[in-house]
């Protein structure tokens, strides 16, 4: 039940696309959804979070789309740089034990000028 | 500022070596962690200090000691690791209240030779 699962593994996505990343929970009581995204050879950086009271959360070219019925959640990348490229995992925690990070198997994102 | 300062950013060690990795943040958090990266893989949290006590230990072998003098550091002593620690050693810490998120550093690289 504290299984974040992520797909795809990897992903190829010319300049200017749009990258699609997604995950699926079977914790009802997570309620904070963040992405990290972790270049080569650096800590993961928090990216954007969402919680269970919104849909959806966009930041620049960042949107979380979240699905609680169907305990989904996903990042899309608008406008994908090659600057983008970098391994992003999603996470999952619980407010009542916000020290526990459940995170995403990750996926490597490519973005090819 | 969200920053969170590792050092070394590189060791080496032998197996009957005795070593220590810092950390420190100023930010007044009061949550701090250790998390173990293997490559291609998510971080997998070994310790968290809650308000400096040991609050989680994730069942990690006793050749890892962590250390919280004061509410600012956390150190991560070492000694008589095996080759299969080499890894990323992560640092993290979160802000209090309602807020998770969880601020990483840049890492320890350690290889054990």
């Known amino acids: 039940q504290q299984q974040v699962k992520q797909s795809p593994q990897s992903l190829i996505v010319q300049k200017g696309g749009i990258s699609i990343i997604n995950c699926a929970y079977e914790?009802?009581?997570?309620?904070?959804f963040p992405w990290y995204q972790q270049f080569p050879g650096k800590g993961p950086a928090l990216l954007i979070a969402?919680?269970?009271?919104?849909s959806e959360k966009k930041e620049g070219r960042f949107t979380i789309s979240f699905n609680k019925s169907a305990k989904q959640f996903s990042l899309h990348i608008m406008d994908s740089q090659p600057g983008d490229s970098a391994t992003y995992f999603c996470?999952?925690?619980?407010?009542?034990?916000?020290?526990?990070?459940?995170f995403g198997t990750g996926t490597r994102l490519a973005v090819r000028p | 500022d969200t920053e969170v300062t590792q050092t070394p950013k590189h060791l080496v060690m032998g197996m009957t070596n005795k070593k220590s990795l810092k950390c420190e943040q100023h930010?007044?958090?009061?949550?701090m962690y250790w998390y173990k990266q293997k490559a291609k893989k998510p971080p997998e949290l070994m310790f968290v200090?809650?308000?400096?006590?040991?609050?989680i230990n994730e069942s990690v072998p006793s050749r890892f000691s962590p250390e919280c003098p004061n509410s600012s550091l956390l150190n991560l002593h070492l000694h008589a690791l095996q080759p299969e620690d080499s890894a990323l050693y992560l640092c993290?810490?979160?802000?209090?209240?309602?807020?998770?998120?969880?601020?990483f550093g840049e890492g320890s690289w350690l290889t054990v030779v």
């Open positions: 930010m007044g958090h009061r949550a």
């Open positions: 969402i919680r269970p009271d919104v």
């Open positions: 200090y809650s308000y400096e006590k040991l609050s």
């Open positions: 996470a999952a925690s619980k407010q009542s034990s916000g020290d526990k990070l459940t």
């Open positions: 993290a810490s979160r802000t209090g209240g309602s807020g998770n998120t969880i601020y």
């Open positions: 914790n009802t009581a997570f309620d904070y």
